[in-house]
């Protein structure tokens, strides 16, 4: 049996973790997880049902992994005569110990350094200024900032220098006050799961408000070489609870003529060649207002929700996870890459903006309120999603937090001229899919 396995940091016992394992396993590899400790509701039980999968768990102390703690698990896999190809996680916080481990291993990847500036929204916002790519900038606020902005005629946005999960997110008004800024902190601080990615002092930026819809590219750079593997057009964005919330979304976009997606693709690739990403796996979030495209952040791995498994189902061969997988195992020369490479152009957008499917997917995610969870009702009538996933349960609390908050997501599969024909019922129809019933309400977050 094979000793050689790829090692998953997992972030308080989940981050795709049972999805990485069953990737991991479908390649003839062990899969080793190293998580950090669970929150209190989930504890021992969470890091039990990782050991029945997984070849070996190893789980820390804190709430949060160090490099420290990465070292010792390698260490420990290999006194145990195991070998660890290489390291994932789609945690963002973690992607920079992924990083300094896969270089560590000799694995192809961006370097620490590289994902450490990606999440400076700060940074990036006025590089691609500098260069042409983006037509705002973005500025630190402060409490001066912050009134003189607000006396502004120009529409701003404000979001965490390093944010997560749309934590913090949010257009700026009348009504927003340094207090509110202070208050999102507050709530960072005091939130286990989500305080250690947006760092210890959350600090703010404002960046010129972007119109226009909102798209996201999946993307794999492998030698250099950037290849967009999915485009989703987000259908409804709502503002509640200081945050963005992402309803539901379609791919491929259904309301983008191919010379505008071309368009899109062209200036993708300039941006990572400007910022020169070289190599890994990118959820790029950005905005079109009918001429120009504009970055609104590029994220170093999966994008979140049902994203990688809608890649999937649209090239029925592999979702966005275990291509990266693929990815970070490929040799870095020879018949394997080639096939490697091939295999990457085939699932890819082509340059003019064609699918490389005809098949179209339409997901929604549905988020929890404030209040307990008394119980879920799931209405499937009609059309049947092809993938259904309740992430909460009767019970359940939900806080009030200026975060998302999941409570389950479905997906649909359909021909691109079924997509099109159907999407305006399918936007209506999916919004009571799942029906959530509570037994109290907590007022939303003021911002």
């Not at 795709?16 to 021992?44: C, M, N, T």
């Not at 390698?74 to 920079?96: D, K, N």
């Not at 966005?320 to 096939?339: F, I």
């Not at 929890?368 to 609390?397: C, H, N, S």
């Amino acid at each position: 049996m094979s000793s050689d396995g790829v090692l998953i940091l997992s972030h308080c016992g989940f981050s795709f973790a049972e999805d990485l394992i069953a990737a991991i396993k479908a390649r003839g590899l062990l899969p080793f997880v190293l998580s950090s400790r669970p929150v209190p509701e989930h504890g021992e039980q969470r890091l039990q049902t990782l050991r029945d999968h997984a070849a070996a768990v190893f789980a820390t102390d804190s709430h949060v992994l160090r490099m420290e703690d990465v070292e010792d698990a390698v260490a420990s896999l290999r006194a145990a005569g195991q070998t660890v190809l290489a390291c994932i996680s789609v945690w963002e916080g973690y992607r920079p110990l992924m990083a300094e481990a896969n270089s560590r291993l000799g694995v192809s990847d961006l370097s620490a350094q590289r994902i450490e500036f990606l999440r400076d929204k700060h940074a990036v916002r006025n590089a691609l200024h500098h260069a042409g790519l983006s037509r705002v900038t973005a500025r630190r606020v402060t409490p001066a900032v912050l009134d003189e902005l607000r006396r502004d005629a120009q529409a701003w946005f404000i979001k965490p220098v390093r944010g997560i999960a749309s934590y913090g997110a949010f257009r700026l008004s009348p009504d927003t006050t340094w207090a509110t800024l202070e208050a999102i902190g507050e709530h960072a601080r005091a939130d286990t799961v989500y305080a250690s990615a947006l760092g210890e002092h959350v600090e703010f930026i404002a960046e010129g408000y972007l119109a226009g819809t909102e798209f996201s590219f999946e993307l794999l750079v492998s030698h250099g070489k950037p290849f967009v593997l999915g485009v989703h057009e987000k259908c409804e964005l709502t503002e509640a609870n200081g945050t963005v919330l992402e309803d539901s979304c379609t791919s491929p976009p259904a309301s983008l003529a191919a010379g505008d997606l071309a368009s899109g693709l062209d200036w993708l690739r300039a941006v990572f060649e400007q910022l020169e990403l070289g190599s890994g796996c990118f959820h790029v979030e950005a905005r079109f207002d009918g001429a120009r495209w504009d970055l609104i952040e590029i994220n170093p791995r999966v994008g979140g929700s049902l994203i990688s498994h809608s890649v999937k189902a649209l090239n029925e061969e592999a979702g966005m996870l275990e291509l990266w997988l693929d990815l970070l195992l490929e040799q870095s020369g020879g018949t394997q890459h080639r096939a490697f490479a091939e295999r990457l152009q085939r699932l890819a957008y082509t340059a003019d903006g064609t699918p490389p499917s005809e098949l179209a997917t339409f997901f929604r995610v549905y988020f929890a309120t404030p209040g307990e969870i008394e119980r879920i009702e799931t209405r499937t009538d009609g059309r049947r999603p092809l993938i259904a996933q309740i992430l909460l349960k009767p019970g359940d609390v939900v806080p009030a937090t200026p975060r998302e908050a999941f409570l389950g997501q479905l997906l649909w599969r359909m021909t691109r001229a079924e997509r099109d024909a159907a999407l305006p019922d399918l936007l209506a129809a999916s919004v009571t899919a799942l029906d959530v019933h509570y037994r109290t309400t907590t007022p939303a977050l003021e911002t």
